[in-house]
């Protein structure tokens, strides 16, 4: 059951019944890592970026396997606003979108989570 330009498009019940129809037998036939497999490999990253690895390359230089959480992170949020992210911007150079994807990155995996007492002791 694949949607057309325009179903894709309504806002309507129908529409909703069909996508919990769908959903659920995707769920019965595949598992959970297979549709997150498919679901990273073909998302829209921005730039030219089509899947994990080609946003991997694009904004980091590196295999996809080779990321830190933080930048993992960073990917996993553009799906939602390709076109809106400040890394895919026009008016930036390649490099320079790469130098602060990697500053970013730097500076999000430096800081160390350290407990914070509940109260403080005088």
Same mark, same amino acid.
């Given at each position: 059951?694949?949607?057309?330009?325009?179903?894709?498009?309504?806002?309507? %019940?129908?529409?909703? =019944?069909?996508? =919990?129809? *769908?959903?659920?037998?995707?769920? &019965? $036939? %595949?598992?959970?890592?297979?549709?997150?497999?498919? %679901? =990273?490999? !073909?998302?829209?990253?921005?730039?030219?970026? %089509?899947?994990?690895?080609?946003?991997? #390359?694009?904004?980091?230089?590196?295999?996809?396997?080779? *990321? !830190?959480?933080?930048?993992?992170?960073?990917?996993?949020?553009? @799906? #939602?606003? @390709? $076109?809106?992210?400040? *890394?895919?911007?026009?008016? &930036?150079?390649?490099?320079?979108?790469? *130098?602060?994807?990697?500053?970013?990155?730097?500076?999000?995996?430096?800081?160390?989570?350290? @407990?914070? @007492?509940?109260?403080?002791?005088?």
């Amino acid at each position: 059951m694949l949607f057309s330009e325009e179903e894709r498009r309504a806002i309507s %019940y129908e529409r909703k =019944v069909k996508e =919990v129809i *769908l959903a659920s037998e995707i769920s &019965r $036939l %595949y598992t959970k890592k297979q549709i997150l497999e498919w %679901y =990273v490999n !073909t998302n829209f990253y921005g730039g030219w970026a %089509y899947g994990i690895e080609a946003a991997a #390359q694009q904004y980091f230089s590196k295999p996809a396997r080779d *990321l !830190t959480l933080a930048e993992a992170a960073m990917l996993a949020a553009i @799906p #939602q606003f @390709p $076109l809106q992210t400040p *890394l895919t911007t026009r008016s &930036r150079p390649s490099c320079a979108r790469k *130098l602060s994807c990697k500053r970013w990155c730097a500076k999000a995996t430096s800081r160390r989570r350290r @407990p914070t @007492p509940l109260c403080r002791s005088r």
